[in-house]
């Protein structure tokens, strides 16, 4: 068997993959974090939450209108970034202008609310989701068996992180989107509905993070505790990251994912809390952040 | 009475009152629990509401003294006193590395590595052994008072409970009145006006924060010996929460609304226990309320409505 640094090759292949995959859940959630503080100013403590109705939006889809896995991709993150459209409008809009850590103790607040709601309907257990028929079985590359549904995750992962970082430099949307970051009330005098704009930011926020849920769905069990489990790590890569930077969101990610998977095979207690370890490091050697700017 | 004056000594006076008739009106181990949560809520509202700092990682220290605390009286022996001060000691100390950490960053940051620095905090205490993982340290002993009252009865605790308290809030109502205080106050209206104006700005978050923990490290302490048993659910997110929550609806920024939020979470998780992972419902709901249309809290409305200092 071949041994890297002393470690049998395949589990260190095997557990790299899964620091990857577990990456690209911190890079979504982390993106759609960034995306909604550029231009509403608060941090959305429920993401993690709205995750996972995302990942319960593909199950009930199913077995409430027997509706399957690819239509789910779509429909779950749409029906989700309505709701989040909906909170925007209802809840959020009455707080802007106020200081931002309000956002952040009523989105505390609707955390709660929702985990509680799905804990009642659900039970804390949670329901299983089982991956669709085309992407089943593994995959033998010599070195290591590459899971199929892995290999998909990853790759959407990759294209959903470059499509939102192309539509918001690359198209006239994302360039109205940026100049309301940096000045909203002239992008208003210039005639763009900016409150529109920031509950349509919002939305794909949200239903990015669903969007995340759903792809999730098939390879953990899906529980109202989900979301929890992931948003302080993912609170971590955004204070290593900084938000200033969509790349920088999205590069993080990865990187704590891939972090994790080493530790994972070198020191597995560590595993858990490395992400919160390297945050540490980082707070005392840059403490603006790798990529920030300090706010 | 520490410079009490006017509508608060008036205030201080009932409350002392309600103090000294509730044992024979109401459980008693339900106003010492609330006395306990009362002195962590009391310690978070210094940061918050004097500071302006959000900590979402307050269960650590809660958490750990309520461990420490337990672990003196039970596996050490010490007396009661004793415990709460080394509750006490750990949450400050615990305090000073995550509250220099934290205050590299502003706002928003600030919040979100506080809760980072908690999880991991949660995971130390999962794993070390002298939590006894998810059975956590029970029962407790109370032991003596002094080395001589013996609390086991909860009447005897109740008024081991009730000095302990009364002593830690005219401590902070000191705090916040001092030189210091005012300093605190001055950072929350303006940052850079008290930096212009010479104060080390660092130093002032950071024993602010210290402080703050250690009333979160006496008041875990505390809880530990009134219920006998500390657990995972201490060093919990879930707990910083309720301890936001206290502070948030009892008003921050107030003398009293700690304590009088703290009454009412308390007496929610008393009292609706049957109703299972409602309350969690109930309680996200009165956060989303509280920050639509009651920002000052339950106290801060009565002070605006009375035009009262409270």
New interface residues.
Partial sequence: MMMIFGKPAPLLFGQLLLGIVNGSFYAMLSLGLAVIFGILNIINFAHGALFMVGAFSAYLLLHWFGIGYWPALVLGPLAVGLFGAAIERVLLRPIRGLDPLYGLLLTFGLAEVLEGVFTNRFGSSGVTYSVPRLLRGTRDLGFMYLPNYHAFVVVAAIVVCLATWLVIEKTRLGAVLRAATENPAIVQALGIDVPRLVTLTFAGGVALAALAGVLAAPMYSVNPGMGSSYISIVFAVVVIGGMGSIGGAVFTGFLLGVVEGFTKVFYPPGAATVAFVVMVLVLLLRPAGLFGRSR | MAGLAGARLAAFLILLALIVAAPFVVYPVFVMQAMSFALVALGFNLLLGYV?L?S?GHAAFFGLGAYVGAFCAKSLGSGPELAILAGTASGAAVGLVVGF?AI??????F???T???A??VR?FCL?APFTHGEDGIQPIPRGRALGALALHHDFAMYWFVAVAFVLGFLLLYRIIHSPFGQVLKAIRESETRAISLGYRVESYKLLAFVLSAGFAGAGGALEALVTRIATLSGVD?AMS?QI?LMV?LGGMGTVFGPVVGALIVVAMQTYLATL??????I??????V???AF?RGVVGEIAARLRLAL
């Fill in positions: 302006g959000l979402l950490l590299r960053r502003q706002g928003i940051y919040a979100m590595i809760l980072a620095l999880e991991m995971f794993e997110a929460a936001v948030l299972g992972s409602w309350v969690s419902v309680q996200g709901g009165i956060f989303i509280c920050v639509l920002r």
